[in-house]
């Protein structure tokens, strides 16, 4: 889980691995596997850094390194 902030500075709490997609347009927006778009104060390099240390913490960077998708 990563900790977000929305426009107006309300904190939330996102489930990372639902995430499919992160950009900047020019705000952060987040698409996640269900067709759902969140719109975050974060940008987009922090985003993804707590979406990495996230997947080291629960060991998902080891598959992906194992399927060789590290350069992704």
């Known amino acids: 889980m990563i900790t977000l902030k929305r426009l107006n500075d309300d904190e939330f709490v996102l489930n990372a691995i639902l995430i499919e997609q992160v950009q900047s347009l ?27 240390d996230y997947y ?3 060991g998902l960077a080891r598959v992906q390194v194992k399927a060789g998708e590290e350069d992704e």
């Open 26 to 52: 020019p705000d952060t927006t987040i698409s996640l596997i269900n067709g759902k778009k969140i719109v975050v104060k974060d940008n987009a390099s922090d985003v993804i850094q707590m979406v990495t």
């Open 56 to 58: 080291q913490d629960i």
